[in-house]
């Protein structure tokens, strides 16, 4: 009986190990990695049944007869690979993915070819990082009409012809990044119907005159030279969703198809906006749109930026990192469905009004950005933002204008409110009272000098960042309008002290950063706020108050420490944090001094006693032992002085 219960456990646990080292699954999914072995060959006694195959980053040379029937993909990536022998893949009768990059497929070319003829079934493959040019990349891609997906990333291809891809028009998905194309042959892409998705990034692209892949979702031109990016004039519906142009040298805002369902457009990193005027820009992007798609002496007058763009579903758009100094509002007014905006980086330094007047009325036209959520205008140098403007964000929950000079305006009853909009439409400061589905709002490093009382009011701020505005100044209810809704509040580098720091009862305020100043007391108007992370780093706190850091306790999570002088006698408050595991992240950097020693938080921790109880009882003891010795001398000085006077009374009596 026991002898037949230990076989049967040998038998589980060799069924078991089996599993472990083959790696198969209960969904009949079998695989095994190889990968980071030092090996030089294919190991021997593969199992059979193996489906996937990771020989990855080692050090095979040379491959020869695979005998795995049911193998669907093969990983072979960074190794020297140079030689495949001819029958090396005529029994994979199943890949269907093949990965050799990082390899030296550059070698042995005739015969390395031949060899991935034999897979007919492939699907997936990648040749990236071979050395390989024009003439070679043809021949890996002989007999492979089943192929949906391509990888030919760092290589060396110069020019991308209707021969290429001539055998693979089941090609849903190409990548050719990091190589040294810069001519693309008519009919090259266009066969492929299903292409979803093809990526030309890091090239050598110029420009872009007539693009017509309305089979494509994603396009990726990227870190490429490409000046200026036109579509074919047709009525044709294309699937564009994705349009990656950033990092090229465009001077103009692209000409995109114009039934297109562009939501993502990313135009980073080029010279858009070198035109100054947006009037400018959009003349010369039509006067490049009539030399490049007329025919004859047929002249087109219509503006094809401005009505494409009306078109347009677009959702995101970057501009950041251009060479705006204006902020072309008419040309971005017309995505109806804009929703983020990132134009940061650029040189505008007020953002004026320049909307052309009503033909009829005569007045300014108001725009607006019905959908637009998110604005991003960080580092533009922007000091002032028309009224008309703040008027058409009418749904905008976030704006960044960190690292500008924007000044928050006084309340309205502080300000000359008689005057007329038609004569102030570029205030030199930010009424932000305007905004009332504001949620989110960056000032940090603006120079800002003064926060008037009711500053946001009417707002429905939810978080604001005035960090490094160095000697601000908070007046009484500078935060009025706003307690019950804002949850978290930067003020670091201010350089306040506890006197400037002017906080009323928050009960919504759940993060506080007020590092870097010169505080010493906390605001007792803490203890009305759920705190879960503050930061007090760098500032002049010697204590804490204990009863505050006990109902803070409560609800905190995290708080930040270091760069103060604490006394270390004197932190009952650290020992309630400890108890109540506060977290505090920088403990390890946080110090506190005993007469003149400093000690590391986290040691004086481990041994409070030891540090101020030793510190206690050696003050007592000198005390004590001066006033001992005062007092034997005074009692030695009072009896010397008692034998004198005794010695006198004698000699007076003789």
């Known amino acids: 009986m026991v002898r037949h219960m230990l076989v049967n456990l040998l038998l589980l646990w060799s069924l078991g190990h089996d599993l472990y080292t083959t790696g198969f ?27 996937k195959l990771d020989l990855s980053n080692n050090f095979i040379r040379q491959l020869h007869t695979i005998d795995l029937l049911y193998l669907e993909q093969l990983d072979l990536s960074s190794n020297q690979l140079e030689l495949i022998s001819k029958g090396a893949f005529e029994n994979l009768a199943l890949l269907e993915e093949l990965n050799l990059s990082v390899n030296a497929l550059n070698n042995n070319l005739e015969r390395n070819s031949k060899s991935l003829q034999s897979l007919g079934r492939l699907k997936s493959l990648d040749i990236s990082m071979n050395s390989l040019g024009d003439e070679a990349v043809k021949l890996y891609l002989l007999n492979k009409s089943s192929l949906e997906k391509l990888k030919m990333t760092g290589n060396y291809l110069t020019t991308l012809t209707h021969k290429l891809f001539k055998e693979s028009q089941d090609l849903r998905s190409i990548t050719i990044d990091d190589n040294l194309i810069s001519t693309i042959d008519g009919g090259t892409f266009e066969p492929l119907r299903k292409l979803e998705s093809l990526s030309l990034a890091k090239n050598n692209l110029g420009h872009i005159c007539d693009f017509k892949l309305p089979q494509v979702k994603c396009l990726n031109l990227s870190r490429n030279s490409i000046q200026f990016f036109v579509s074919a004039a047709d009525n044709q519906v294309y699937n564009l969703e994705i349009l990656d142009l950033s990092h090229n040298k465009l001077l103009y805002f692209p000409i995109v198809p114009k039934f297109n369902q562009l939501k993502y457009l990313y135009l980073h990193h080029n010279m858009v906006g070198t035109l100054t005027l947006e009037a400018s820009m959009v003349s010369e992007v039509n006067s490049l749109y009539n030399d490049i798609v007329r025919k004859g002496n047929v002249r087109i007058t219509k503006n094809y930026l401005h009505s494409n763009w009306r078109l347009m579903p677009l959702i995101y758009i970057d501009l950041s990192y251009n060479h705006f100094t204006s902020f072309p509002l008419e040309t971005l007014s017309l995505l109806l469905n804009l929703e983020e905006l990132n134009f940061s980086f650029n040189c505008v330094q007020n953002l004026t009004w320049n909307v052309r007047h009503d033909s009829e009325s005569g007045h300014y036209r108001q725009l607006y950005f019905p959908s637009l959520k998110y604005l991003n205008m960080q580092s533009n140098g922007l000091a002032s933002v028309s009224p008309l403007f703040l008027q058409a964000l009418t749904q905008v929950e976030t704006i960044n204008l960190q690292d500008n000079s924007v000044k928050p305006c006084a309340p309205v009853s502080q300000m000359q409110s008689s005057i007329s909009p038609q004569l102030n439409l570029n205030s ?92 010493t007391v906390l605001p007792s108007n803490l203890t009305c706020s759920p705190l879960r992370e503050l930061s007090i780093k760098n500032n002049s706190f010697l204590s804490l108050n204990q009863s505050l850091i006990k109902a803070l306790s409560t609800h905190l999570h995290a708080m930040y420490i270091s760069g103060n002088d604490f006394n270390c006698c004197d932190a009952q408050w650290l020992k309630i944090l400890n108890e109540s595991r506060i977290k505090l992240p920088d403990i390890s950097q946080s110090t506190c001094f005993t007469g003149n020693t400093r000690i590391q938080f986290d040691e004086f921790l481990t041994n409070s006693s030891l540090y101020c109880s030793t510190h206690k009882k050696g003050i007592h003891s000198g005390q004590i032992i001066i006033v001992v010795l005062f007092v034997v001398i005074l009692i030695t000085v009072l009896i010397m002085f008692a034998r004198k006077l005794c010695c006198t009374n004698k000699s007076l009596v003789v």
């Not at 209960?26 to 006694?45: A, E, R, T």
């Not at 504001?438 to 701020?461: C, M, P, R, V």
């Not at 006197?499 to 759940?510: G, I, K, Q």
Request: proline share 3%.
């Open 428 to 519: 030199s400061c930010v009424a932000f009272g305007k905004l009332r589905t504001l949620k989110y709002l960056n000032l940090e490093d603006n120079g800002i000098k003064i926060l008037h009382a009711n500053t946001f009011q009417k707002t429905s701020l939810i978080s604001l960042n005035l960090a490094r505005n160095v000697h601000m100044v908070m007046q009484v209810g500078a935060l009025e309008g706003v307690q019950e809704t804002l949850q978290s509040l930067m003020m670091g580098e201010v350089n306040m002290n506890s006197s400037d720091l002017l906080l009323p009862c928050l009960p919504a305020l759940t993060h506080l950063n007020i590092s870097n100043n010169y505080l």
């Open 25 to 51: 699954g209960d969904d009949g999914l079998k695989g095994q990695s190889w990968s980071n072995q030092n090996l030089y060959s294919i190991p021997l006694d593969l199992d059979v049944r193996l489906q």
